[in-house]
């Protein structure tokens, strides 16, 4: 579904100035014959209206334009945009927008081919049309923005990626589910068909030749550069998960109906209805044991899925040890270090601290030689030594001052003369009063 014409809505962003009355009058205007005239007037037409369809489509995320319509998209006071036309005219001769039909048709021929046919072949013929002829003619039809397309596009890589829980097990999808996911990213189902198609010319998806309802899509993964073809494996992985699925459905509903065979048990009971009672109640229990069936069907499948996660898991770890053991490996042998070269140098260690123990003692033992054959008491008699030295320490303790002692005979001579010091202390004369103090003094 394309931008439809009519009036914008209030929610719908308008250019800047759209209020501007003056403004508007010269950007509906229509362009001049030639760009040569006014340049100025010319850029500036193309850059408001082309930056006014580009925030049109990115609001709407909707990707695809009606060439003969989109003018009416910006019908102000009655009046549409002429110089709209010539906008489109020149967009699609960058290469900015192509028609919907071309841009489909180019899955078949290839995206170089494409892409050569619309950014040498078309914009030559584009130029000569420009050239030979005056009038320019509108576009009509369907036309991709391909900004916007690309756009949607990544969002809806995006949105897989993060819906992604085991890349073993949600890298393929179903159209109806991943249409359904990605609602919020572009609401418009054309848009998001052509989006897809966009990824598929890119090499990020895979998609089987089927109606859209029944196709299935593999995307590439986030460290991929590329995405690799759909395996009968990864066929059957799917299949286990939409039956899962489909088993949680049918589980949910039998746990309704017996829960309202129940009720309508009851309300046999209540009318005396006793039959109906119990042929409700036998329906019931018809449901409650396909209900456990389903149920333990449903844990085989989630046991099957667990192993095949587990077993990417695995894998994982499996590469892990490999690039390990072969970085560490490659470290070693950078670095020398082998069993051989650890050995040898372990040897040359322990011999050269034998010869360094053989230095030390062959030191020592030249030492204690060096003292038994060379001795600095030679020639002298050690007992006389001693004897001069015992005579010494004599002499110096008979005439060392002893604290407490009263050998006079050790004390200066000015000091043999005075009495000694008396121990205690003088008892004083009752006759002896402060008043005869000075004569005594004098005295």
Known sequence: ???????????????????????????????????????????????????????????????????????????????????????????????????????????????????????????????????????????????????????????????????????????????????????????????FRLALLYLRKTKKIVVTDAPPEKQVIKFIGKNQTRVSQITETEIGILRLKKTRVSLKQQIEQLICDTNRLQEETRQCLRKGLKSSAKSTLRRKKLAEKSIE????????????????????????????????AAALKKTLADNGLTAESVDETMSEVQEVMEMCSEIDDTISQGNRDIDETVSLDSGIDTDALEAELADLLSNDES??????????????????????VPDSEPIGSPDVTMENTPTLLAS
């Open 293 to 324: 069936r389903k149920e333990a069907t449903l844990d085989t499948l989630q046991e099957m899925m667990d192993r095949i996660q587990n077993a990417e898991t695995d894998q994982m770890t499996m590469e892990a040890y490999k690039s390990g």
């Open 1 to 191: 579904m394309s931008l439809s014409a009519g009036a914008s809505s209030m929610d719908t962003p308008m250019p800047q100035g759209w209020d501007d009355d003056e403004r508007m009058s010269y950007l509906f205007s229509a362009f001049r014959e030639s760009r040569d005239v006014n340049p100025h007037d010319w850029d500036n037409k193309q850059s408001f209206w082309k930056s006014a369809i580009m925030q049109r489509c990115k609001h709407e995320n909707k990707g695809v334009i009606d060439g003969e319509r989109v003018a009416g998209m910006f019908k102000r006071k009655g009046r549409i945009p002429v110089a709209v036309n010539r906008v489109l005219v020149e967009m699609a001769r960058c290469g900015e927008i192509v028609r919907q039909t071309d841009f489909e048709s180019s899955v078949t021929a290839g995206w170089i081919s494409w892409g050569v046919n619309q950014v040498v072949y078309k914009p030559l013929g584009w130029a000569y049309g420009a050239i030979f002829k005056r009038n320019v003619q509108s576009l009509q039809g369907p036309f991709i923005v391909l900004e916007v397309l690309k756009e949607i596009a990544d969002a809806t890589l995006e949105c897989h990626h993060q819906s992604v829980n085991s890349d073993a097990l949600d890298r393929l999808v179903d159209y109806t589910t991943l249409r359904e996911s990605c609602r919020s990213t572009c609401v418009d189902d054309i848009t």
């Open 399 to 420: 005439t060392e001052h002893i604290p407490g002692t009263n050998d006079v005979t050790a004390r200066p001579s000015l000091l043999r003369d005075l009495p000694e």
